[in-house]
């Protein structure tokens, strides 16, 4: 079954200026390491627990080319922009559970295949991943993730962030999609629950349906009219739209974080600062 959301990915054209773009936000991010065979690269943003950001780009134009997985839809996607989300995924402890699951939703998956990351100490982390056909990135739907390493030494290696800003967890994620009947119906199916809210989100212009992912909040969200959601649809298609990151203090956030905008009742990075992600800073009520 899904145990909890293990991360987020926001593809960038230039790594090393993403490193320094999220540092300059506060955020503490460490370098991750390759995918030797996709000619990708990243660096991550790790939090209190196992989940985190990670900055993904391409380090070898042409691996990537020859990658029918991620690297060539990734240098795709940056080609001509500077980022954006891309993909968000959640672990599980019985990935062939979860292969299964979607395909009852009518969703046929790629895997699960052994993935690994050499990291820059030598330690390679090895996972099985499964994807929708064909590529996890700008889909509506998540990719699972299985970790080789127990969750208890993977963090011991990994390490916990100590970000400047305040931050200290993903607590949620949303989903642009188009038809929220059939969105909701997919992830009701994968995460095996139901919606527990559902509404119109005034300042997005869209009605919304929220599962509860072990105190993690999944929003899917469809345009009602011309608004922020129906313009990222316009632009990228389904896929991520937003990422709420919680702070332990957001006035503090206010005065650390530069440019942050108010949203309600919440901040939200320019996107031009966030390299073309979305990104919502949250107190500790929210999700």
Not at 210 to 220: I, N, S
């Amino acid at each position: 079954m899904v145990t909890r959301f293990d991360h987020l990915v926001i593809a960038v054209s230039d790594l090393g200026r993403a490193v320094t773009s999220y540092r300059a936000l506060g955020f503490d991010v460490v370098p991750g390491g390759r995918h030797e065979h996709h000619g990708t690269h990243n660096a991550l943003i790790r939090f209190g627990g196992l989940d985190y950001i990670e900055l993904l780009g391409v380090y070898d134009a042409e691996k990537a080319a020859g990658s029918a997985f991620s690297g060539r839809r990734l240098a795709e996607f940056v080609r001509g922009r500077e980022g954006g989300l891309v993909g968000h995924c959640f672990a599980t402890d019985d990935i062939e559970h979860e292969v299964r699951r979607a395909g009852e939703a009518g969703i046929e998956m790629v895997g699960p295949f052994e993935m690994r990351r050499a990291r820059p100490d030598g330690r390679t982390l090895k996972w099985r991943l499964a994807v929708p056909f064909d590529v996890p990135w700008r889909r509506r739907w998540p990719f699972i993730i299985e970790w080789d390493d127990p969750d208890e030494e993977r963090l011991a290696v990994e390490g916990v962030g100590a970000h400047e800003n305040g931050a200290t967890a993903v607590v949620g994620v949303s989903v642009a999609v188009r038809d929220l009947q059939q969105a909701t119906y997919l992830y009701s199916t994968l995460l095996e629950t139901a919606p527990h809210a559902t509404g119109d989100v005034e300042n997005l212009i869209a009605s919304r349906a929220r599962f509860d992912v072990r105190g993690f909040a999944l929003d899917l969200l469809a345009p009602a009219g011309e608004g922020p959601v129906q313009e990222a649809l316009e632009r990228d298609g389904e896929g991520p739209f937003e990422a709420r990151v919680r702070v332990g203090d957001l006035a503090a956030a206010r005065v650390l974080v530069p440019g942050v905008a108010e949203d309600g009742d919440a901040l939200r990075i320019p996107a031009d600062r966030a390299l073309g992600a979305r990104i919502s800073l949250v107190g500790k009520s929210r999700t």
